[in-house]
């Protein structure tokens, strides 16, 4: 069983910042990649960027330039700065930590981000 937990959505004005923080705890030796997804009202969950086990980052075109992915100070451990944020940004983001061995994708519950004046 591994246990993702994120924390740090809230509510910006357009242009604010946030910075997003993801966890895993539990069984596990290993981690492939750890991922943001979000989920905009009504629509389904999209990869928003991740990292792997390389460092190797991969950003949805949309947030280019604006968020950053980066591991934390464990390797259990990541966040995402997001900057300038736009309206569009606004869903709930989750972070997927997948790992070698079964269930392979942990997910967590989910924080809300709403970008609005």
């Known amino acids: 069983q591994v246990h993702v937990a994120e924390s740090g959505g809230g509510s910006v004005q357009p242009g604010g910042s946030l910075r997003l923080d993801c966890s895993a705890s539990?069984?596990?030796?290993?981690?492939?990649?750890m991922a943001w997804y979000r989920q905009a009202p009504g629509k389904q969950r999209d990869l928003v960027a991740l990292?792997?086990?390389?460092?190797?980052?991969n950003y949805a075109d949309s947030v280019k330039g604006r968020f950053t992915i980066s591991r934390g100070d464990t390797r259990n451990a990541m966040y995402l700065q997001m900057n300038d944020l736009r309206p569009d940004d606004t869903g709930v983001y989750y972070c997927l930590v997948a790992t070698p061995t079964p269930p392979y994708e942990n997910w967590g519950q989910g924080t809300q981000v709403t970008v609005s004046s």
């Open positions: 539990g069984s596990f030796s290993s981690i492939n990649v």
């Open positions: 990292i792997s086990r390389t460092d190797t980052t």
